[in-house]
Structures are given as structure tokens and as C-alpha cells.
């Protein structure tokens, strides 16, 4: 059975500094790997994603996430955090659960707050 | 404008009493599914829907039926709420659950059941 860990349920920043939000997964195959903010009061919104080819994925906002194979890892990564990205970000993993159906499984959450 | 809308937002009700939560999508994704999100348990899956009259169960089905009869909505029934359901359920599509797509949240439905 597929898995994600995110270890931290919250980070706190200084804006202006890097951010990192991190995750692992377990999956027997191929993963397939997400990244969703979801800030107050709104549901979850799509950053990234990494499917195959870069490790190094690019997504919304400015965040981008590091795909380490060897550690199982997924990292989501900022180079400076702004006060507006402090909000809940979820990492989330797909995978084949039979019959020609896939299951999103996700972490529990890291709660990010930028301090100005 | 591309969206998934849940009604209602805000749900107030006693235990037993049936209630449906409805979910909308207008971007003709075939697939779409329920979660349930807890604080400190992220996001669970209730049920899926591959198509029209294409169901199926997720991690945590119990208390919850679900149809499917149009490709854009997928209505989220209790037909008999306990206060183990209060939680915030968010309605989610993807345009074809074999590829690689992400998916759209809805704004979720808070619901409270005393």
C-alpha cells in the first residue's frame, strides 16, 4: 500500500528566507507525486506535480519540489517565502489501485507560517 | 469559468437526519471523488467515480453513499449523519482517472452533526 509522510505538522520562516516542507512516500511502483496549498477557508489548489524526466519540478507561485529517488523523497522548496504563502500544504501520491483505477493518498498536512 | 462548486458550505444538523451534500463540476472530467479532511488525519477518501454509473469505495466509505447518474455531478448522501461525520468535505475532478492529472478541489462543505 502507497503511503506519504510529511514529519512536520508545522514550519515556521522568516520572510525573505528559504522554505522547505518536506515529504516521503512509499509505493511499490512508479510514483507519482503532488503538491496542494490549501489556504483558509478554500479548498485545495494544485502547485506541482512530478510525473518522470526532472527531478527538479517547477510549479506555481514560485515553489518548486526536488524528486530524490534514492531517499523517497519530495521536498517542496522556495527560494524566499513571502507572509501570503503561509497556508496548508499537503503532498499527495498516486497509484494503480486495480480494476483501471488510481487513489490519490495524502499526507497529513504541514502548516507553513511566513513571520514578516 | 472552470470550477467545482459544493452546496451547501455550512451545515448545521442532528443526528440521523438525512442530508446531501452536492457536488458540480463544469469542465467534463470524467472522474471525480469525496474526501473528508480531520485535523491531524489530512485528507481521506470517501468514495470515486471513474464515469457515469461507475462507483467505488475509498478508505473510508462507511456511512456514505454516493451516485453517479450525470458526468457532472456526484452528490454525497448520509443517509442516517452521526456525530463521528462532523468534518469538512471537499468534492474533487480530474479529466481521466488513468492519466496523470491533477486534480480541482471544490471549496468544501463544512458540516457539523450534534
Known amino acids: 500500500a502507497q503511503s506519504v509522510a510529511q514529519p512536520e505538522d508545522q514550519v515556521n520562516v522568516a520572510e525573505g528566507n528559504p522554505l522547505t516542507v518536506k515529504c516521503t512516500y512509499s509505493?511499490?511502483?512508479?510514483?507519482?507525486l503532488f503538491w496542494y496549498v490549501q489556504y483558509p477557508n478554500r479548498g485545495l489548489q494544485f502547485l506541482l506535480k512530478?510525473?518522470?524526466?526532472?527531478?527538479l519540478v517547477k510549479g506555481s507561485y514560485g515553489f518548486e519540489a526536488e524528486f530524490n529517488k534514492s531517499q523517497t523523497s519530495f521536498h517542496l522548496k522556495k527560494p524566499s517565502a513571502l507572509v501570503s504563502d503561509s497556508a496548508l500544504y499537503f503532498c499527495a501520491v498516486r497509484e494503480y489501485s486495480g480494476a483501471g483505477s488510481y487513489q490519490l493518498t495524502f499526507g497529513k498536512g504541514t502548516k507553513l507560517s511566513v513571520i514578516p | 469559468e472552470a470550477q467545482v462548486t459544493q452546496n451547501p458550505r455550512y451545515l448545521i444538523t442532528v443526528t440521523g437526519k438525512k442530508l446531501t451534500v452536492t457536488c458540480s463540476q463544469n469542465m467534463n472530467h470524467e472522474y471525480m471523488s469525496w474526501y473528508r479532511q480531520d485535523p491531524g488525519l489530512g485528507l481521506r477518501q470517501i468514495y470515486y467515480?471513474?464515469?457515469?454509473?461507475?462507483?467505488d469505495k475509498g478508505d473510508v466509505p462507511e456511512g456514505y453513499k454516493v451516485s453517479r447518474k450525470e458526468k457532472r455531478n456526484f452528490p454525497l448522501i448520509l443517509e442516517s449523519p452521526s456525530p463521528n461525520q462532523t468534518s469538512l468535505y471537499f468534492c474533487?475532478?480530474?479529466?481521466?482517472?488513468?492519466?496523470?492529472?491533477?486534480?480541482?478541489f471544490g471549496p468544501g462543505t463544512r458540516l457539523t452533526v450534534t
Open positions: 512530478y510525473i518522470t524526466g526532472d527531478n
Open positions: 467515480s471513474m464515469n457515469v454509473e461507475v462507483t
Open positions: 474533487a475532478s480530474s479529466p481521466t482517472p488513468g492519466q496523470t492529472y491533477e486534480q480541482y
Open positions: 509505493v511499490s511502483g512508479n510514483p507519482y
